[in-house]
C-alpha cells in the first residue's frame, strides 16, 4: 500500500466518523424537534409565561420532578396506582398539592349540588332540631317534623337527638352515622367489588344526604356552605346540575321544584354580596337517565320554565345516574331533539367500559344532540371519529378523574385517558363531580392527580394555568359574564405569582 492509499483510507474512516457524529446529531435533534411539537399541541403547550411565572414554574417544576422521581425509582411506594382511599390524606402533605391548593383555579363546570359537602358537615347539620331518623343497619332516612313523620319506616322514627342522647358514646355514634354519608368508610367499597355495588352504595348515600338537605332552612344553609368551601378552594364560579327536588317547611308546606332555583338563586346572591369576587353559579337541570320518556318530557317542561323565570342562572339539561344501568340517550333521543333550539345540553356521555354497548355510543347521541360540552367522556378515545368531531366543534370534555377512580372505572391512574386528552391538546376542564361523597376538597385533588399522576412528567405551569382558563372559556357564561370572570381570574392569579415569590417559593 503505498502512502496515497494509506491516506485516502485514513481520509474516508475520518469522513465516515463524522458522518457518524452528523446523523447522530441530526437524530437528537429530530428527537428534540418531535418532542418540542407534542409540547406545543399539548394543552397549554402554546401558552407564553411572564418572567414572573417563570420563575414560578421552575420552582414548581423541582417540587414535581422530586415527586415523580420518588415513585419511578420506587414504584413500590407510587400511591396513584391505589384506591383514593389510602392515599387522599398523604396527598396533601406535597408541596405541589399545597400549590395547588392555593392557586385560582377558575370554575367547576359539573358537579352535582346534593353532594357538595362532605360527611363531616352533614353530621353537623344532624343536630339540627326536629330532625326524625329511620335507621337501619343498612339504611338511613331523615325527615324534619314536628311529630312523629307519616311516612313508611321499617322500624320507627325517632328524634336524632333521642338516638344520639340513648348512645353511650356521642363521639362513636356519630362516627357510625358518619358512614350513612360517605363512600369513604373503614369498609370502604374498592377495586375488587363491581361498578354496580359501588353505585349501590352512592346511590344509598345519595338517598340519605337528600332526605337531610330537602328541609328548606337546611338546603339553605347546606348551599351556602357548600359555595364557601368551593370558594375556599379557589374556585371562582360554578355551574351546578341538579334535578329540582320539593323542598317542605316544618308546617308541612311542600314547596313546587322551581322554588328550589330560586333558593340557589337568593343563596347565591347571598353569598356574593360578602364575597363580590365570586362571580355566581349557573344551573344545569338533570333527570334521571334509568326514567321514562314522559318523565324526561316533563323535565324538559320545567327546564323551559325556569329559563323563562331565572334566565341568568339557567344553562341547560343533561341527563344523570349510572350510564351502565341507565337507558341509552337514543331512546329519549326524539324528545330531545324537539327542546334542542330551546335549551343547551350538556350530556354525561362515556362514563363506561363497556366498549361497543348501546352505553358507550351514548357519546354519538350526546355529539348529535349538539351537546356544549361532555360529561365525562372516559370512553372517547375508543372512538376516533367521534375525537375528531369533538375537536372541530370544540366540544369541552369535563373530566372528573377521582370520580371514575372512586366509581371503578380506572385503578391506576396512569391509565386514565385524560393524558391522551392532554397530550392532544383537545379542550378539557377539570372538575370534581360529587367531591362530599368521597370526601375531596371540590377541586384541589382533582387537578393535582391529573398534574402528578395522569399528565406527562414535563407539564407544566402552562397546563395548570391553561385548565383555568378552560374553566372560563367553556362555561355557560354570556361574552360579559366571561369578561368579567377572565379579569378576575387575572388579577387572582397575578396576585398569586406574586405571592408565590414574596412567601420565597
Ligand atoms: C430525577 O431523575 C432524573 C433521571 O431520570 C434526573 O436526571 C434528575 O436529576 C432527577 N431529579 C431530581 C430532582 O432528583
Ligand atoms: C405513598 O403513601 C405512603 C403513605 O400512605 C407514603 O409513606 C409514601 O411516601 C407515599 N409515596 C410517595 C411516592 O409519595
Ligand atoms: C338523655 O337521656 C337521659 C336518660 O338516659 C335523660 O335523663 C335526659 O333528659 C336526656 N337528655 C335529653 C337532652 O334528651
Ligand atoms: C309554613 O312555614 C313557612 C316558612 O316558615 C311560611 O312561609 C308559611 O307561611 C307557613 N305556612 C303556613 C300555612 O303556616
Ligand atoms: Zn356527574
Redesign the pocket.
Known amino acids: 500500500m503505498n502512502g496515497l492509499a494509506i491516506s485516502s483510507v485514513l481520509f474516508l474512516v475520518l469522513v465516515e466518523k463524522s458522518n457518524a457524529r452528523a446523523t447522530l446529531n441530526n437524530y437528537n435533534e429530530r428527537k428534540t424537534n418531535l418532542i418540542e411539537e407534542e409540547t406545543l399541541q399539548s394543552l397549554g403547550g402554546s401558552l407564553r409565561l411572564t418572567e414572573k411565572e417563570l420563575l414560578v414554574n421552575e420552582k414548581l417544576m423541582q417540587w414535581k420532578e422530586i415527586e415523580v422521581n420518588n415513585s419511578f425509582y420506587n414504584p413500590q411506594y407510587f400511591n396513584y396506582s391505589k384506591h383514593y382511599f389510602d392515599f387522599k390524606d398523604e396527598m396533601k402533605k406535597s408541596k405541589v398539592y399545597q400549590f395547588i391548593q392555593r392557586m385560582p383555579k377558575g370554575a367547576v363546570l359539573h358537579v352535582h349540588s346534593s353532594l357538595m359537602l362532605g360527611a363531616n358537615y352533614l353530621i353537623e347539620l344532624t343536630y339540627e332540631d326536629h330532625l326524625y331518623a329511620c335507621l337501619t343497619d343498612d339504611n338511613l332516612e331523615l325527615r324534619f317534623s314536628h311529630t312523629e313523620p307519616q311516612r313508611p319506616c321499617s322500624v320507627k322514627w325517632t328524634l336524632m337527638?333521642?338516638l344520639r342522647?340513648?348512645s353511650e358514646d356521642i363521639a362513636q355514634f356519630d362516627a357510625k352515622l358518619k358512614n350513612y354519608f360517605t363512600l369513604d368508610s373503614d369498609d370502604h367499597i374498592g377495586f375488587h367489588t363491581d361498578i354496580n355495588a359501588v353505585w349501590k352504595k352512592f346511590n344509598q348515600v345519595y338517598f340519605t344526604i337528600k332526605s337531610l338537605i330537602s328541609y328548606r332552612p337546611v338546603r339553605e344553609k347546606a348551599f351556602y356552605q357548600a359555595l364557601q368551601n368551593f370558594y375556599n378552594d379557589n374556585v371562582m364560579y360554578i355551574e351546578i346540575r341538579s334535578g329540582l327536588s320539593s323542598l317542605y317547611e316544618l308546617n308541612g308546606t311542600v314547596h313546587d321544584k322551581i322554588y328550589m332555583a330560586t333558593l340557589y338563586d337568593e343563596v347565591t346572591k347571598l353569598f356574593m354580596k360578602v364575597n363580590p369576587d365570586f362571580v355566581g353559579i349557573k344551573l344545569i337541570m338533570t333527570r334521571a337517565r334509568a326514567t321514562n320518556v314522559d318523565k324526561v318530557r316533563e323535565a324538559l317542561d320545567l327546564s323551559r320554565q325556569v329559563k323563562q323565570e331565572l334566565p341568568a342562572m339557567f344553562a341547560g339539561f343533561d341527563l344523570v345516574g349510572q350510564e351502565d344501568v341507565g337507558r341509552p340517550l337514543a331512546e329519549f333521543s326524539p324528545v330531545l331533539l324537539e327542546a334542542q333550539d330551546e335549551i343547551n345540553y350538556y350530556f354525561h356521555g362515556g362514563e363506561t367500559n363497556w366498549y361497543g354497548t348501546p352505553v358507550d355510543e351514548n357519546l354519538f347521541d350526546a355529539v348529535l344532540l349538539g351537546t356544549k360540552r361532555i360529561g365525562h367522556a372516559y370512553a372517547l378515545i375508543k372512538h376516533p371519529a367521534l375525537m375528531t368531531a369533538v375537536a372541530e366543534k370544540d366540544i369541552a370534555l369535563e373530566v372528573n378523574v377521582i370520580s371514575n377512580s372512586v366509581l371503578s372505572l380506572v385503578q391506576d391512574l396512569r391509565n386514565h385517558p385524560l393524558a391522551i386528552f392532554l397530550a392532544r391538546g383537545m379542550p378539557v376542564v377539570l372538575s370534581s363531580d360529587d367531591p362530599g361523597v368521597w370526601g375531596a376538597e371540590p377541586l384541589s385533588d382533582d387537578f393535582y392527580v391529573a398534574f402528578v399522576a395522569i399528565a406527562s412528567k414535563h407539564a407544566d405551569l402552562r397546563m395548570l394555568k391553561q385548565l383555568a382558563i378552560n374553566s372560563i372559556k367553556y362555561s355557560a357564561l354570556d361574552d360579559n359574564g366571561k369578561t368579567r370572570l377572565f379579569s378576575i381570574f387575572e388579577n387572582k392569579w397575578n396576585a398569586f405569582i406574586d405571592d408565590v415569590i414574596a412567601t420565597r417559593l
Do not use: F, I, L
Request: glycine share 0%.
Open positions: 337527638s333521642d342522647n340513648a
